[in-house]
């Protein structure tokens, strides 16, 4: 059940954040749009009350909690984040807004890839904080060593992501050469090489 409910929620968030972008951009209804992506938390919060009653009920702690938590934590670090950039795309394609910014190169993208490794920490945090509320829960009485194993996948996750950071740090993503604008200066470069 909390497998179905985790694959309700991400394709409710989708549908949502759909329906909320096309109300907003296609539809011209722009507050009406707003409240449609502000009801996406919710779905967040009815997992988690869903894998409380679950472990309350008696249910042995396994995989899918842990995916559950795993599932919070990174729609709380990503979520918001997601949403403003889909809605940036949007407005640019749907209603002529400017072209967002990409992350760029150089030091630009490593900041960029330092501040994504934030939003994975928080992710981490959450993810943890809710790992060991259950751990806690459950108590002595029960197995807790699946919950257990998923704090470590969060922070294996986390750490990938600064090795992902270091290396773009290290070794900075270059922007790529442009063509000449004049046909004459490309013939030249051409000759040159």
């Given at each position: ?12 968030f ?18 009406l ?31 899918k ?40 190169y ?58 992902i ?29």
């Amino acid at each position: 059940m909390i497998v179905a409910l985790i694959i309700a929620c991400e394709v409710g968030f989708w549908l949502l954040l759909a329906a909320g972008l096309a109300l907003r951009y296609l539809a011209k209804k722009p507050r009406l749009g707003a409240a449609v992506l502000l009801v996406e938390p919710l779905l967040e919060l009815v997992l988690l009350a869903v894998t409380a009653v679950d472990l309350k009920n008696g249910a042995a702690p396994d995989w899918k909690h842990g995916l559950a938590a795993l599932y919070i934590g990174y729609t709380v670090a990503f979520g918001h984040y997601t949403i403003t950039w889909l809605d940036a795309h949007a407005a640019h394609r749907l209603a002529g807004g400017p072209k967002p910014p990409g992350a760029g190169y150089g030091k630009a993208r490593a900041v960029h890839e330092w501040k994504l490794w934030l939003r994975t920490l928080v992710a981490a945090a959450v993810t943890l904080a809710l790992l060991q509320g259950a751990i806690l829960y459950v108590g002595d009485d029960g197995d807790t060593g699946s919950l257990e194993s998923w704090q470590f996948v969060a922070l294996r996750i986390a750490g990938i992501h600064a090795l992902i950071a270091v290396g773009y740090t290290i070794w900075p993503k270059k922007a790529p050469r442009t063509a000449p604008a004049d046909p004459v200066d490309a013939l030249f470069t051409k000759s040159r090489r």
